[in-house]
């Protein structure tokens, strides 16, 4: 605004006139406003700082709830993914192992022991179908269904009619589900074994296999055969007679 004397830009809370020393009795106004809002704005300012030190272990009570649930949520995340996070971490260092294990899965191989390579493969969560395992794919899928074979077969003829751990006719039924699945991934990929690095290892799990059930269960290459190309039913009767002695 200017001065209604000397004409001089003036401020709306100016008290004189800083031209001509003139008393602004027309900014008198503004500058009561000026100070009614500066009270109120240090009451505000006082009142604001009075609640947040009345309420400052309420707020502290409450910063630490926020935490906790947070840092409870977290735990619980870890927890619920701490076997992926697990499973992960030694596929990672499988990869990275990956000559150093390579030469214990070939000495697992050379030796017979397939039911070494498959607690080998599974301790230390080997991808097999990626690289640079993807070559043991097929072993892979055989020799699963070959140890779990042995177990089931090893642990219906050790448990047999007495057995108090297991229901003896649940064994007999796993015995044949395991039989029935390793003989039919074997015959069912028999095409693309002949074709795979590892066949030699596949074929002879085969022929431990045919011992396995000649000696446990009696069967010979016909027994076996005829075993083979019967039903459930008949399959079942037969581990019966020779688990159940029935």
């Excluded at 390579?117 to 055989?142: G, M, R, S, T």
Aim: overall charge negative.
């Amino acid at each position: 605004m200017k001065c209604i004397s000397c004409g001089g830009e003036v401020g709306l809370t100016d008290k004189t006139c800083p031209f001509c020393g003139r008393v602004l009795n027309e900014t008198a106004g503004y500058r009561r406003d000026l100070k009614k809002y500066r009270q109120e704005s240090t009451k505000a300012k006082e009142s604001l700082k009075k609640t947040i030190t009345e309420n400052v272990s309420m707020v502290i009570s409450a910063l630490v709830m926020i935490l906790l649930i947070v840092a409870l949520g977290i735990a619980l995340y870890v927890e619920d993914n701490a076997y992926h996070f697990h499973e992960d971490k030694l596929r990672r260092e499988s990869v990275k192992n990956y000559e150093e294990y390579s030469v214990q899965i070939r000495q697992y191989l050379d030796a017979g022991d397939y039911t070494g390579f498959v607690a080998f493969k599974e301790a230390h969560n080997i991808a097999e179908f990626q690289e640079p395992y993807d070559d043991l794919c097929l072993l892979w899928e055989v020799a699963k269904e070959y140890s779990n074979m042995v177990l089931k077969v090893e642990s219906a003829v050790v448990f047999g009619p007495e057995a108090s751990r297991y229901d003896p006719e649940g064994n007999v039924r796993d015995c044949r589900m395991a039989i029935y699945d390793f003989y039919r991934e074997y015959e069912y990929n028999l095409s693309e074994i002949e074709e795979d690095p590892y066949r030699d290892y596949i074929h002879d799990m085969k022929d431990k296999a045919d011992i396995l059930l000649r000696v446990y269960l009696g069967m010979d290459d016909a027994v076996r055969e005829e075993y083979l190309a019967g039903s459930v039913n008949e399959q079942e009767a037969y581990l019966e007679g020779v688990i159940l002695d029935e």
